[in-house]
């Protein structure tokens, strides 16, 4: 009896959550980024 099969999934199931979390952390990370400069662009102020 091989273990193989049982080695390979749960290998292939570690890569395969490990990246979907490194997905999920980059597209978290841009959108804090695009809110951040929006948060940081210097506003004009209307003169009085």
């Known amino acids: 009896m091989t273990h ?3 080695i390979v999934a749960a290998y292939g199931l570690t890569l ?3 990246a979907i979390l490194s997905v999920n ?3 978290r990370l841009r ?3 695009r809110r ?3 948060i940081e662009q ?3 102020r209307q003169p009085s």
Do not use: E, S, W
Request: hydrophobic share 50%; proline share 11%; charged share 10%.
């Open 16 to 18: 395969g959550v490990a």
């Open 42 to 44: 210097p506003r004009t």
């Open 4 to 6: 193989l099969p049982y």
């Open 25 to 27: 952390a980059t597209l």
């Open 36 to 38: 951040l400069a929006a």
């Open 31 to 33: 959108q804090a980024r």
